[in-house]
């Protein structure tokens, strides 16, 4: 019952400030208060299995609470709690304040019904919430046309996912008869696995921004930034992580398929690492690094190392969700809305809270020693090595690298270096300062509570050198030389990887323009059937009026015949009869 409470109430307080008007101050400690409620439900939350209502007279809904979904719990209640209170100083002067927590407030709700559900009925559920949630924060700016094409492009990506999701419940539960977690896994041998896997493979990628279902999610950084932060460090983003680790006894019913799930999770892991490498946009940066870093989720949890997956998901957490608060103090230094890392530079004098957290964060991701990431990251790397999967842990380790070096091109452009704009803003707010020194404490040292300590190994050894290298590379292209650094991605490469290896065009071309041409041409056959069938009994209504016109003529003569005429007809009928 602790569960359901933990759910209900961020998803009363949505409710609640979506429907009754509210002072400013209200607005932000309603929303505030209910997620600090479902945070401190989660921390004394038992473990157990509770049924607690049923659906159409025999369907058991409930909530269980296992390792994977307290944990889950705890990140999602707890960073988002952070993000909430971040929220509080970046939208203190949106003008439509109790729209943007009400929406949030349902994320939070959604996700925590998502991962606390014992069974795929309630799952779905929360997991329509999270995309509905997700549509209606990322076009919050409606004004904007990029934020509603944005919006309009994720929840299309996600539907398809979430069909794909729907399909692979149906079988389980049809083949089956189980509505449980419990119950589908104990009759396990009657789903066709291998079908089942890729269905939740397309379902969790979708929602997680894995290939190839993953263009939606740089273009979600039309939203607010502290939208991005949690969609990326809380909620959505992991929720992917979360199905495939829920349905573990399924992929590893189905090896070959959880095979080529790894294998997609180290492709998106690399190429998406690649992407962020020539970004302008510090958001996307941001948004590319997210995909690559779940790719590396992906990779642990189709392979088996559930254990691993789970707490980079943790530690991603932490330093992702300070990188977006960071970015979004940033942002408001210099107006409000500037996101071209080549109009920024020499920011860590105006800013230097934020450097510092941003660079503990940069540190974190890269998976320097001793810092949270590095615990996590190279937990799964390792397990991938000792399992079997020595090329994805090669593809992992040369991603390491790549990271390092976007993470810190993007701090150098940003903090160092001559200014190339001048700040009107400053990071003075204590609801900017406060939620990042927490963070940052956590993605200094969370990793120490989520994996024992490792020191050394030859993934470490692999990882720490390629992202020294990626840190110096950085260093010499752009900690003094600014945008002029980028001349080396003037060349073909560098136009390949800003055309993000061509996927939106060529969904463009092979799904959109297709879709859009078959539109034109139903409509238009649509038009013109309507504009006949329209004109048709128009004009046979015109002739009928106009021969009942000449029939009302005044000649009694005719009118007398008219009724004998009638009247013969009846006798007939009758006779007939």
Known sequence: MIALLAVAIPAAAALFIGW??????????????????????ALVMPYGDQVVGTWLQSVPLGFLVDTVSHTWALVTSGVGLLILAYSAAYMAHERDLSRYF???????????????????????????????????????????????????????????????????????????GQTTYSGIFASIGHIPVTAVTWF????????????????????????????????????????????????????????????GIAILGGASCLLAGLMAIPQRDIKRVLAFSTMSQ???????????????????????????????????????????????????????????????????????????????????????????????????????????????????????????GKPRSEPSGDESLLAFRWPMAVLALLAMFGG????PFVWFSVTSLGTLVLGIAGFLIAYRLYALRGPVGDAW?????????????????????????????????????????MSGLAGGVSESGAAFAGWLRGWQSGATRLYALSILAGAALILLWVAVR
Not at 120 to 140: D, K
Not at 490 to 509: Q, T, V
Not at 519 to 525: F, K, L, P
């Open 102 to 176: 009400s929406c949030m407030s349902l994320f939070v709700a959604s996700m925590l019904m998502l991962v606390l559900a014992d069974g795929p009925i309630l799952l779905l559920i929360g997991w329509a919430g999270v995309g509905l949630a997700s549509y209606l924060l990322i076009g919050f700016w409606y004004e904007r046309e990029t934020a509603v094409a944005a919006a309009r492009k994720a929840f299309l990506i996600n539907t398809a996912g979430d069909v794909s999701l729907m399909l692979a419940i149906a079988l389980m539960v049809v083949n089956t």
């Open 489 to 529: 991605l003037e060349g073909g490469f560098g136009r390949l990887l800003r055309s993000e290896f061509g996927f939106d065009a060529a969904y463009r071309w092979l799904i959109v323009a297709p879709g859009a041409a078959i539109a034109y041409a139903v409509g238009a056959a649509d038009r013109s059937a």
């Open 294 to 416: 779940v790719g590396y989720m992906f990779m642990g949890a189709a392979a088996g190392i559930g254990a691993a997956a789970l707490s980079h998901v943790v530690t991603h957490a932490f330093f992702k969700a300070l990188l977006f608060m960071g970015c979004g103090v940033v942002m408001h230094a210099l107006g409000g809305d500037e996101r071209d890392l080549y109009k920024m530079g020499g920011l860590r004098k105006k800013l230097p809270v934020t450097a510092a957290a941003m660079g503990i964060a940069a540190l974190a991701i890269a998976g320097f020693p001793l810092m949270s990431g590095y615990f996590s990251k190279d937990a799964i790397l390792e397990s991938l090595l000792a399992n079997g999967h020595p090329w994805l842990w090669a593809l992992g380790v040369v991603t390491a690298g790549l990271t390092a070096l976007y993470i810190f091109r993007m701090y150098f452009l940003t903090f160092w």
């Open 20 to 41: 009754v008007r509210l002072p400013r101050g209200a607005v932000v400690g309603v929303a505030n208060g209910a997620i600090a409620a479902s945070f401190i439900l």
């Open 200 to 259: 939740l493979f397309f379902g969790a990628a979708a929602k997680s921004a894995q290939i190839p279902l993953h263009t939606w999610l740089p273009d979600a950084m039309e939203g607010p930034t502290p939208v991005s932060a949690l969609i990326h460090a809380a909620t959505m983003v992991t929720a992917g992580v979360y199905l495939l680790l829920r349905f573990h006894p399924v992929l590893a019913a189905a090896p070959s398929a959880a095979e």
């Open 448 to 451: 120490v509570f989520v994996r």
